[in-house]
């Protein structure tokens, strides 16, 4: 396996900040990894596992090894009487993946077109958009064991999978890298369209019944206008978790606030952070390069130059906005990796 040495990382972070790894691998099969993980370069140094950057904030130069899986490959791998079975290389990117299950009459997945990353990466905070997550039609996967490059199952249920969250983020992190995902999807079109702005957008196209295509063309709008392309303002998505909060704490909240944005979520409820984040006074305000987009409070940007450092202060400078204003913490979604 070649280690590419002093590789710059800005086209590998969709927030486009710059950083060098010391070392950096692409396996393209599971193999590669499993012989990668085995090497003495990999056992002795810091690793990083690097998909379609959407989620990850460089803090400095990361001082170890970067593996990129770049495996590929979509197949159906049996069926159902109202299921297929079909399976993802990790290095697939997502978008380009729902778009194919949509072009074959594999439905589900329609609500979370857009979403940038990589299918390896999805079950790991478990993404989600418009009222559907990757749990609501994940089947299983296959990891890598970092520490001995065995490959492992992985049932539904022991993803673990949470909101935002699964076994991958908690106990097993930094134990397994995910190579392939299966997914069981429908036969026959159920479009989720109960969420308000899809609902919106297909009135506002004259759509009473729409086909799965159509939802994620709606999805794609929505998305578009919402949220800046990374090739032009750079952003990791949604920055911060939609905050869940107990009835007690909602009750009190909306008595406050009449208009305060939530949705049921167990006991309590999930409250809209990008609602909060706007409330609070930083809907497209800005320090220095980086600030809260101008249409959507939720998503932070890079207006050019900045560091993972500069990054870091606007989020922790929102966060205590929002604490002191309204008594919830918000939690970042992208991780900090790099620097100090």
């Known amino acids: 396996m070649r280690f590419l040495e002093n590789f710059p990382l800005a086209a590998f972070n969709t927030f486009g900040i710059r950083a060098k790894a010391r070392y950096f691998a692409a396996p393209a099969s599971e193999d590669e990894l499993a012989r990668l993980l085995r090497s003495v370069t990999a056992r002795n140094l810091p690793l990083m596992v690097l998909g379609g950057g959407s989620n990850v904030i460089f803090g400095g130069d990361f001082a170890g090894l970067v593996i990129h899986p770049d495996m590929r490959g979509i197949q159906c791998l049996g069926e159902t009487a109202e299921h297929y079975l079909i399976e993802a290389a990790a290095g697939e990117k997502w978008h380009d993946f729902v778009q194919y299950t949509l072009a074959r009459n594999w439905f589900g997945l329609e609500n979370l077109s857009l979403i940038p990353g990589t299918v390896g990466a999805s079950p790991i905070q478990n993404i989600g958009a418009y009222g559907v997550e990757v749990t609501d039609r994940l089947h299983s996967l296959t990891a890598i064991e970092i520490a001995t490059g065995c490959r492992h199952e992985f049932t539904h249920a022991q993803c673990r999978f949470g909101y935002r969250d699964s076994v991958f983020k ?10 392939r995902v299966r997914f ?11 969420y308000g702005d899809i609902r919106q957008e297909l009135v506002a196209r004259h759509i009473d019944s729409p086909t799965p295509r159509q939802v994620s063309d709606a999805v794609i709008a929505i998305r578009s206008r919402k949220l800046p392309s990374p090739d032009v303002l750079g952003n990791a998505g949604s920055f911060f978790k939609n905050p869940v909060v107990g009835r007690a704490q909602l009750e009190s909240l909306k008595a406050d606030w ?9 006991e309590g409820a999930k409250l809209a952070a990008g609602w909060l984040i706007e409330q609070a006074g930083w809907k497209g305000r800005r ?19 900045a560091t993972g450092g500069d990054v870091v202060c606007v989020a922790q400078a929102i966060q205590q906005a929002v604490r002191e204003r309204f008594g919830v913490e918000l939690e970042m979604e992208p991780q900090v990796y790099g620097g100090n």
């Open 170 to 179: 908690q106990e097993l992190r930094d134990r397994f890298i995910i190579s």
């Open 184 to 194: 069981r999807l429908l036969k026959t079109p159920a479009p989720r369209i109960d």
């Open 258 to 266: 009449p208009a305060l944005v939530s949705y049921p979520q167990g």
């Open 287 to 305: 320090i220095g390069p980086v600030g809260s987009y101008e249409k959507q409070a939720l998503v932070l940007v890079n207006h050019g130059g």
